[in-house]
């Protein structure tokens, strides 16, 4: 039998989930043993990945083709270390408090890498590392937050589908139709399935 082939995107988005400890936000923060989450696991929630040539993304044929299929009409850069970002501390603490967009959040990781935390079904955070080449689609509805790894720098491309709207909501938001059709499109729909299954 042949070995399965490995997941390309595997090497530029990896996830598992998190332990509990408060120590600094930049650590892996792996539980022990390790436990790993599959991509297809986090497709289940709703985060999408893609593995594209971050040395060419002015040309690269696919990131179009994904801008076009998905109406990323908008697109700028966003680098992220001390140098670089005004007021940085506080902003890397305003992106690390938990929160939601009413829009989907895409960041296509050009250099460097960074960790992207999402919850699970039951509240548990996930870290998604994002590196060079990695691009990830946050849905709308979920929540998250973002931090930079150890070593301190990312350079990611945001794209939009129109004017950008970076507005973030702090948990509780779960008020929002963005929150209430992501719990009904990623959350239930997995609860009823149980329940049927339960019940055959």
Not at 17 to 29: A, G, I, V
Not at 53 to 71: F, Q, S
Not at 101 to 125: L, P, Q
Request: with cysteine; proline share 6%; aromatic share 12%.
């Amino acid at each position: 039998m042949g070995v399965p082939e490995k997941d390309p995107r595997e090497e530029v988005v990896q996830a598992w989930y998190m332990d509990d400890s408060d120590d600094d936000q930049r650590l892996p923060h792996h539980r022990e043993p390790k436990e790993f989450v599959s991509l297809d696991q986090l497709t289940e929630l709703g985060v999408l990945s893609w593995r594209l040539d971050a040395d060419n993304y002015e040309t690269d044929e696919e990131l179009k083709k994904i801008r076009e299929d998905r109406g990323y009409s908008y697109m700028d850069f966003c680098e992220v270390c001390p140098e670089k970002l005004p007021n940085y501390e506080e902003k890397i603490k305003n992106f690390f408090e938990e929160h939601l967009h009413t829009d989907e959040e895409i960041r296509y990781c050009v250099a460097g890498s960074g960790y992207f935390d999402v919850r699970d079904r039951n509240d548990k955070w996930i870290r998604v590392w994002v590196k060079k080449g990695g691009m990830i689609v946050l849905p709308a509805g979920i929540y998250h937050r973002f931090t930079l790894d150890t070593e301190n720098y990312i350079k990611a491309l945001r794209l939009f589908v129109g004017d950008p709207i970076w507005t973030p909501f702090n948990r509780p938001h779960d008020h929002l139709p963005a929150r209430k059709e992501y719990i009904k499109a990623f959350v239930e729909k997995e609860v009823g399935d149980h329940a049927v299954d339960a019940a055959a």
